[in-house]
Structures are given as structure tokens and as C-alpha cells.
């Protein structure tokens, strides 16, 4: 949701760092993943030790990757499936440091059990929100859009994790967030798996 609404500013503000890169002849590919590997190396070195002011800037840094390779393609006309595919597969891999990190924390010195849990159940529901996506188009059908894309999932989990290691507010901050993430992801897989229901019989 956020995407939509977002993606006309950080096209604007990122574009001039997409030319340069282009120009230096860096492929968008190499962004992509020098991008995946800043977020998963910030999520899970800093994370897991309770450094979440750290963290998050680290992994907001790289997560503009995911935007400039897009940019990137665009400018040099290197758009293909290939660069779509790599670029689906690596945001899978950096969404799941995140929340692996934050729940590392929380299994560990964090030592909140009902934390972690909520960790994870929003790990599994982010990854069922893209696999309905990509399943439905496999199919023929679409399945985008809902309360909870990826970039709203991002924002909610990042800028909370953030203000809770800058100002040390509290883990109860950052809890009430997730069950809402939470309840948020259930309702976007229901919203596709709805939609594509209502396209195959429609068929």
C-alpha cells in the first residue's frame, strides 16, 4: 500500500544515484545483491546482540538497493525476467534476516517467548503474502495490492525496531506493531486468495 503511494519520491530522490551507477557501468544485478547482503549481514550481526538503533540504520542503507536496481534497469534498458527473478528471490532473503535476527534476539538475551513467536508468525505470513502473488501470476492471474505488501511489512517493522533503540522505548511499542503486522499479513493472503477466486471462476 505504502508502495504506491511512495514509489513516485524515491524514484525521484534515487534517480541521480541510479545514473552514476549506470554510467560507472555497475550492473544492477551486482546492486541487487551487494543490496540483499548489507541487509542480511546488518540484521543478523546486529539484530541478535540488541544493537536495534545500529541495525536498522544499517539495513535502511542497503534497503534502498532494492529501489536503485529497478532504476537502473530502467535507465539502461536491461530490464528482463532474469533481473525481476533475482531481484524477488534476494527481498525474500533479506525479509526473513530481519525478523530471524530480531527473534534471535528475543529467543536469547531478549528472553520473550511470545516475542519470538510473533517474530516468526510474521515471517511466515510476510512469505505467504509474496508466494500468493507469484503462485496466482505463475497461473495466469494477479494477485497484487492488500493492506500489507512488502514495503508496508519493511516500514512497520523498521521504523519501530528503530525508535525503540534511539529513544529506548518499550518492547511493548514494538509488540503491539507486530500483532498488528500480523493481523495485517493474515488479511493480505486472505485478500489474494479471494481475488484469485474470484478470477478463476470468472474464468
Given at each position: 500500500m505504502?508502495d ?5 519520491y524515491?524514484?525521484r ?5 541510479a ?8 550492473s544492477p ?5 551487494v543490496?540483499?547482503?548489507?541487509v542480511t ?5 546486529f ?7 545500529v541495525?536498522?540504520?544499517v539495513?535502511?542503507?542497503f ?9 537502473m534497469?530502467?535507465?539502461s534498458?536491461?530490464?528482463s ?11 525474500r ?8 535476527g530480531?527473534?534471535?534476539w ?6 520473550n517467548?511470545?516475542m519470538t ?20 501470476e505463475?497461473?495466469?492471474y ?39 503486522l500480523m493481523?495485517?499479513s493474515?488479511?493480505?493472503?486472505f ?9 478463476a471462476v470468472?474464468?
Amino acid at each position: 500500500m505504502l508502495d504506491k503511494y511512495t514509489r513516485v519520491y524515491t524514484t525521484r530522490i534515487l534517480t541521480p544515484i541510479a545514473r552514476a551507477f549506470t554510467k560507472a557501468r555497475i550492473s544492477p544485478d551486482v546492486v541487487t545483491i551487494v543490496g540483499t547482503a548489507g541487509v542480511t549481514v546488518g540484521a543478523l550481526a546486529f539484530y541478535p546482540r540488541g544493537e536495534f538503533l545500529v541495525g536498522t540504520l544499517v539495513i535502511t542503507a542497503f534497503v534502498f538497493a532494492d529501489n536503485i536496481d529497478g532504476i537502473m534497469a530502467r535507465l539502461s534498458g536491461r530490464k528482463s525476467n532474469w533481473g525481476a527473478f533475482l531481484d524477488s528471490v534476494l527481498d525474500r532473503v533479506g525479509d526473513a534476516a530481519i525478523f530471524a535476527g530480531l527473534a534471535l534476539w528475543f529467543a536469547g538475551d531478549g528472553d520473550n517467548t511470545r516475542m519470538t513467536a510473533l517474530l516468526m508468525a510474521c515471517l511466515a505470513l510476510g512469505a505467504v503474502v509474496s508466494y500468493a502473488r507469484a503462485r496466482a501470476e505463475s497461473l495466469g492471474y494477479t494477485a497484487s495490492g492488500g493492506i500489507a505488501e512488502r514495503a508496508d511489512r519493511l516500514v512497520a517493522v523498521l521504523v519501530t525496531t528503530g525508535l525503540v533503540g534511539l529513544f529506548g522505548l518499550s518492547i511493548v511499542v514494538l509488540e503491539v506493531v507486530l500483532w498488528l503486522l500480523m493481523a495485517a499479513s493474515a488479511w493480505t493472503v486472505f485478500q489474494r486468495v479471494r481475488h484469485v477466486h474470484q478470477q478463476a471462476v470468472q474464468a
